[in-house]
């Protein structure tokens, strides 16, 4: 087991109606910006009851909504200007990790003179924030109580991330219910982008971990379970509720600690969602299976044991490899059961742009830890996506 | 899933050396208590390491040691006196739950004007308490990243808990070399104490908890794996490394979230330990298996789960009840490869005073939740357990 710290602040507050608590949660609070995407929420008629719990709790708020998937950059500025307009002190994000994310980015934006992508091309290191808090609708990015930021600068379609302490949510209001009108697709998506964050843990070099192996392999097999079944009915509550809750501990740091992390896919796939119009789950989905088919050689007993624990492959002696791709291939099945594509292909992304991808995804080096993925290492992983 | 709310803001520095670390989590407060327990963190040199930290980070500290297994009031008052002609601002923990609950404690009464044994009757709530820190030199009782502490008042040998968002410990250090050096039979009452605390939790009737079902079930086989390891091999770091991450996870409130924890088996406990020269620990192993013969016809499966999940019993249809004893019986034997009690006599506890412990167990009416005990039903546990 790696020395490791851990700490995760953010207080979740869990269950039928737990929106309405968000007023007296932000009562400490003079002027709060509300962040949302679309019409979602207004439509679903989530944006009243929150608007209600800020009037009687006295609160208030200017507001900024319009973030989409793959947040962008040019709306992060606009947030920290109208921060710095209104004396804004706490922001409420209502909605996904794209508008959480965008949040977290303003809130370091308006504690900072300078342009805030700084932070995400490492020229500056945050030294304040304003708090965020969250009230989430689908379960997905994790971004609810973790510590990252991932924002998209137009110019140049750079996405990037910034890791900070200060971006952990003061609170977090997760109810199932508010996820019951989302689109199939979409809590497909969440699905595989859960599953990425624990497997990006799971797959490591480092020794006897098995208490947080153990951890994650509860965790892929609640998805497992209750993934198709959420997909299914909408109105299933406890679905609903295995899903979202463990979407926030798959990223909340707990799963990772005394590991050392590999994240190589993530890093590919958010070159692909940097250019193409692709949801980050679905480009999970279809990078992950390549990237275990390309890498599995590194340490098949691990991919033995995901095979055997998370998936109930029957483990046969001197049988390694067999039970490894059997593994890996459920996984693939899995995705596709529930909806994701599992190949380039099935994104419409074309090959012309594969060697930018494989070159962007590696510009300050190799990726990933559980190989280290050079450029060319990538293109193969690509490929192999096709 | 129940409705709930879970946060958990102690800050955990886990691995080699990590002690080193303490001088500068101190740095910002000017006066600290340190307290502590017997002589073994002199004897092992931990006191120098500690000690040797806060000068380095220039930290001033007051000292009081002495606290033994089921922390007394007696003591918990002498701090209170300490803290307050020195105005001590933080008091730092050095030992195991026992010195850990001795300092929350503390912490309570040096803010308060009253007798603090009020917190511990629910005759006065917690306004505010002074920051505690943690080096921890047992895995247990997981009161390095709890709520909550538990106290003895010597007249009337009465053991009683407060639980309190106040009395998260800001930091807790875990370094499993610090473990080594512990007696065996030491280490095998934290692992029963450990497993008490996932148990207590995993035998709930909430329906559609999956997600923390399996992270118990998780915890609860990285203790059977490991626990007979670590106790075999005082010094095999990655065995008490996986033990002591283990017993922080199984009681920093993340595997009780959405469920009805029960705590049946630890109010009957107390009452044993409160009155006998008794290790908590020791004493979970003889009531729980015993609680459980008591109350599995409550919900069968939740037992054959139990049985076929964590000791990998193999399922048949229609054999549940023989399934579910299949469970307990193993957890028994596990308590015994440990070298733990299972039954009072081995306990030296007389049968005299059952009726005393069951009175007392009870006195504000029925406890646990999986079964609602009365004194009826405590004392024929403690009957079964003898």
């Known amino acids: 087991m790696e020395n490791f710290y851990f700490v995760n602040p ?5 269950g039928h109606d737990a929106e309405m608590r968000v007023g007296s949660e932000l009562k400490p609070y003079k002027k709060v910006l ?4 679309g019409g979602s929420i207004k ?21 900024l909504g319009g973030v989409k ?10 947030g920290v200007r109208l921060c710095s307009q209104h004396n804004v002190e706490m922001i409420l994000a209502v909605g996904g990790g794209s508008v959480i994310d965008s949040a977290k980015a303003i809130a370091l934006g308006a504690c900072y003179e300078g342009n805030s992508w700084d932070f995400f091309e490492n020229k500056a290191k945050p030294q304040s924030a304003l708090p965020v808090g969250v009230i989430l609708t689908i379960a997905a990015a994790g971004s609810e109580s973790s510590d990252s930021t991932v924002i998209t600068k137009e110019e140049g379609l750079l996405k990037r991330f910034v890791s900070h302490s200060m971006l952990f949510p003061k609170f977090a209001i997760l109810n199932p219910e508010l996820t019951y009108t ?4 979409q809590i ?22 098995d208490i947080s192996d153990r951890l994650c392999e509860a965790a892929l097999k609640t998805l ?18 295995e899903i979202l809750w463990t979407g926030t501990i798959a990223h909340n740091g707990l799963l990772g600690a005394g590991r050392i992390e590999d994240w190589g896919s993530h890093m590919v796939e958010h070159e692909i969602s940097g250019i193409y119009d692709v949801a980050h789950g679905a480009g999970l989905a279809v990078v992950f299976p390549a990237w275990m088919k390309y890498v599995y050689q590194e340490d098949m007993q691990r991919f033995v044991q995901f095979a055997v624990r998370v998936w109930g492959v029957d483990y046969a002696f001197g049988e390694s490899e067999r039970i490894a791709l059997e593994g890996i291939e459920r996984l693939e099945r899995f995705y596709q059961q529930i909806g994701m594509p599992v190949s380039l292909q099935e994104l419409n992304i074309p090959e012309d742009r594969l060697d930018e991808m494989a070159e962007k995804a590696t510009r300050n080096g190799p990726v990933g830890n559980f190989k280290k993925l050079s450029q060319a290492d990538v293109m193969n992983i690509l490929k192999l996506a096709k």
Not at 69 to 78: A, I, R
């Open 34 to 37: 509300l962040h949302y995407g």
């Open 10 to 14: 953010t207080k979740i507050i869990f």
């Open 43 to 63: 439509k679903q008629g989530l944006y009243d009851r929150v608007v209600k719990s800020l009037q009687e709790a006295g609160v208030e708020w200017v507001e």
């Open 188 to 209: 497909a998506c969440g699905i595989a982008d859960i599953s990425a964050h624990i497997m990006e843990r799971y797959f490591t070099h480092s020794k006897s971990v």
């Open 69 to 78: 998937p793959n947040p962008v950059f040019s709306l992060v500025e606009e």
């Open 224 to 241: 497992i379970t209750y993934g198709p079944r959420a997909i299914a009915n909408p109105t299933d509550y406890e679905a609903r509720a």
């Open 182 to 185: 989302l689109p199939s697709y």
